[in-house]
């Protein structure tokens, strides 16, 4: 079938400008209904004097009525120029970056430029081939970017505590043991003070005990100091390198100091914006502050998903199967394909997560999985992907969550 009669083709425009992005200066490529192109690669800035040039120059051979303007979602480069063209009056469609990756595999030479890039956006908006990337509400991008940096905050305190083991465990794994929670107030104000067996062992029980009741706030004495004192004296920790785990571990947790209360307060600003949030969002399973203000954010609007296997597959949630050969006799490998929003998938994983914990229909489908041999972190995934059908159901119908009611058979 020819481009021309493509049914997703945008029927209303005769002109197509592709835009590809970057930091400093972007790439813009028209072409008409034909392949011919009207403007072959021309870069302009990334500032005020750039956008009058592309403006100015879409302006003379077409200007809104005739152009369809494509660009990619490349980072947050994309946000000022799509907003200013928007606000002149042209329609923009922003496609994923694995669109127009896709669109340069059918080229027969591998080759890639910004120029390139640009023709072949292009090409998929005139050819009706592109599908818009989602862009949210003026309070729905509220959402997704601090729940964003909020996240990137939360791995950022998981990687500085992975690293503040790669110190500890060395010169002294029976640390661990030593605390339900081993970076607790204690845990740290311990670690400050003596960061290695060696030091522990080199301060008097009339120092270590006051030092643990004090920062255990009197809930640990005499008994947790001789505990620790044991831990130091029988350890069979390594005894190089200490002074590199001494400032190591001290300048990690003044990092991990630093960070928390900031995620913190984040958290709070965060947590002020549900307000604005319709209720029926907070009966979903699993459901929190976060994780809501996040899940709205990411899907924001919901609309753009005329199914719930859209949004599964946005979310990257899509089970694929991985297999090559004769049929074997079991049955093939079946993965995720972690190809969409890696911001949603974390917030359905976590609430899922969250919900297999608490009493209720996911629990129960967690516990009947588990009963039927799936691992736990398989089942975990698996009513990850059963409550974003649900989260779609509840946001397309603006109606709370009726769970159903949970059954003890396998």
């Known amino acids: 079938m020819h481009a021309d009669s493509s049914p997703n083709r945008p029927k209303r425009y005769s002109l197509f400008c592709g835009i590809d992005i970057a930091k400093d200066n972007h790439v813009a490529c028209v072409m008409d209904r034909d392949g011919t192109q009207l403007v072959r690669s021309q870069s302009f800035a990334n500032n005020a004097e750039g956008y009058r040039q592309i403006l100015e120059r879409l302006g003379q051979i077409g200007g ?110 029976e640390y661990e043991g030593l605390f339900a929670h081993a970076f607790c107030g204690t845990g740290r104000t311990l670690l400050r003070t003596a960061p290695t067996p060696s030091d522990v062992r080199a301060m008097s029980p009339e120092t270590l005990e006051p030092l643990i009741r004090k920062a255990s706030h009197g809930r640990c004495a005499g008994r947790k100091a001789q505990e620790i004192r044991q831990a130091a004296e029988n ?65 924001d609007p919901i609309t753009a998903f005329a199914a719930p296997s859209k949004l599964v597959a946005f979310a990257g949630l899509d089970v694929v199967v991985s297999q090559s050969g004769p049929l074997p006799k079991d049955p093939p490998r079946r993965h995720i394909s972690k190809t969409g929003s890696p911001a949603l998938r974390y917030t359905l994983w976590k609430m899922a997560r969250l919900a297999c914990c608490q009493e209720g229909d996911l629990q129960d489908y967690y516990r009947r999985r588990r009963a039927a041999g799936l691992g736990h972190l398989a089942t975990v995934t698996a009513a990850a992907i059963k409550l974003c059908h649900i989260a779609w159901r509840i946001m397309i119908d603006q109606r709370d969550y009726q769970p159903q009611r949970p059954t003890t058979q396998p």
Not at 86 to 107: C, F, M, S, W
Not at 116 to 139: S, Y
Not at 249 to 259: H, T
């Open 64 to 173: 809104p009525r005739r152009i369809l303007v494509g660009m990619e979602a490349t980072g947050h480069y994309w946000f000022s120029l799509h907003d200013f063209l928007v606000d002149h009056r042209y329609e923009v469609a922003v496609l994923n970056p694995i669109q127009t990756h896709q669109q340069a595999k059918k080229g027969i030479r591998k080759t890639q430029t910004d120029k390139i890039d640009a023709r072949h956006i292009a090409t998929l908006i005139k050819n009706g081939e592109h599908k818009p990337a989602l862009i949210p509400t003026e309070f729905g991008r509220t959402c997704r970017q601090l729940t964003r940096l909020h996240h990137h905050m939360v791995r950022q305190e998981t990687r500085i505590k992975q690293l503040l083991w790669a110190f500890i465990h060395p010169t002294w794994p």
């Open 235 to 299: 350890t069979v920790g390594t005894h190089r390198a200490l002074e590199a785990a001494r400032i190591g571990i001290r300048c990690l947790l003044d990092q991990l100091d630093v960070l928390e209360p900031v995620r913190e307060s984040l958290e709070k600003q965060i947590e002020t914006l549900t307000e604005r949030l319709p209720r029926y969002l907070f009966t979903l399973p699993g459901a929190g502050p976060v994780s809501v203000v996040s899940l709205f954010g990411e899907t």
